[in-house]
C-alpha cells in the first residue's frame, strides 16, 4: 500500500477524467491520497472530493494565494475547521507555508504578509490540535523559526530540498521529510544524497501532482516547442517514484512501502482511521 501525502486532485488538469485518474492511482497501490487545499474557495471542494474518492484532506492558504487573501479568510478557515473537526477525512491544515522563490512574493511588504499568514495558521494547528503540511521553497529557516514559536503536533515538509541541517530540524520537531518527482532527475544530486543520508522514519512519498513531473513525464522547453507535450503527473506514478528512491537507498520495494506507509500514519494521525478501512 502506497500513500500519496500530497497530491492535488481538485486541480483543473483532472477536470475531464478525475475518477479515472484515481482509479488507475488505486490499481497501482496507492490507496490513499491526501489532498491539500490552496485557498478559501477550494475547501469545499477539496472536502467533497476526498469523500468522493475515499481520501483524505487539508484546509488552508497557500503562500502563492495570500497576495489575494484576506484576514476574513483566516476567521473562516478556523471556523470550517472547528465545523469539520469531527470529519475524520480531515487530516492537517495545509497547504501553508512560506514561497521566496517568487520574485513578487520576496518584496518586503509580501515577505511580511506571508509570515503573518504562515503564523496566523499554524496558531489555528496549535488551537485544532492539527498537524500541518508546509509548503518550503528557500523558506526554512523561517519556517522552523515560526514553528518553534507556535509548536504543533507534527507535519510533513512538502517539497523539501532544504540542507541536511535543516531536514534534522524538522526531524527533530516531529515531522517528515515529502519526496517527489524531483528526486528522479539524476543531476539532483544534493537532493538524492538527502534522501539516502535520512533516516528512513523521515520520509514520506508524494507526486504533488499534476505539478512536480518525474523525469518520464518532463519535456523541454524546446521539446515542447517542437510539439512534444509534457506528460501529466498523476498519483499512479508514485509507486515508480518510490521505486527510484528504493533503489537509491538499496532498499527493496516492499520495505519501502511498508515504511513510508508507517511514516504517514504517525505524522497525519487520522489517516489510520482511513486506511485501516481502506479509505
Not at 487545499?37 to 484532506?57: I, K, P
Not at 488551537?127 to 518553534?148: C, E
Not at 512519498?205 to 515542447?224: K, V
Amino acid at each position: 500500500m502506497w500513500i500519496d501525502t500530497h497530491c492535488h486532485l481538485d486541480a483543473a488538469e483532472f477536470d475531464a477524467d478525475r475518477s479515472a485518474v484515481r482509479a488507475q492511482a488505486r490499481a497501482q497501490g496507492v490507496a490513499l491520497c491526501v489532498i491539500p487545499a490552496v485557498e478559501r474557495s477550494h475547501w469545499s471542494a477539496v472536502a467533497q472530493l476526498a469523500a468522493q474518492q475515499g481520501d483524505a484532506y487539508a484546509l488552508g492558504i497557500h503562500p502563492l494565494y495570500v497576495p489575494q487573501a484576506s484576514e476574513e479568510d483566516v476567521l473562516a478557515l478556523d471556523q470550517a475547521l472547528t465545523e469539520r473537526q469531527g470529519d475524520p477525512r480531515l487530516v492537517a491544515v495545509g497547504e501553508i507555508g512560506l514561497d521566496f522563490f517568487v520574485p513578487a512574493l520576496c518584496e518586503p511588504a509580501m515577505r511580511e504578509r506571508q509570515w503573518r499568514f504562515y503564523t496566523a495558521q499554524l496558531m489555528l494547528a496549535q488551537k485544532h490540535q492539527l498537524p500541518v503540511i508546509l509548503h518550503v521553497r528557500r523558506s526554512a529557516d523561517l519556517l522552523l523559526k515560526g514553528l518553534r514559536q507556535c509548536p504543533v503536533v507534527s507535519g510533513i515538509a512538502h517539497a523539501f530540498n532544504g540542507s541536511a541541517q535543516q531536514a534534522g530540524h524538522f526531524v527533530a520537531m516531529g515531522f517528515a521529510l515529502g519526496f517527489g518527482g524531483a528526486l528522479t532527475y539524476e543531476r539532483a544530486l544534493q537532493l538524492r544524497r538527502l534522501a539516502c543520508d535520512l533516516p528512513l522514519a523521515a520520509l514520506v512519498l508524494e507526486t504533488d501532482a499534476p505539478d512536480m513531473p518525474p523525469h518520464w513525464l518532463y519535456q523541454t522547453a524546446e521539446q515542447r516547442a517542437l510539439g512534444q507535450a509534457q506528460g501529466r503527473n498523476s498519483p499512479a506514478e508514485l509507486p515508480r517514484i518510490a521505486q527510484v528512491l528504493a533503489d537509491l537507498r538499496g532498499l527493496a520495494h516492499h520495505d519501502l512501502a511498508q515504511a513510508s506507509t508507517s511514516n504517514a500514519l504517525r505524522v497525519l494521525p487520522k489517516l489510520s482511521a482511513l486506511s485501516l478501512t481502506g479509505g
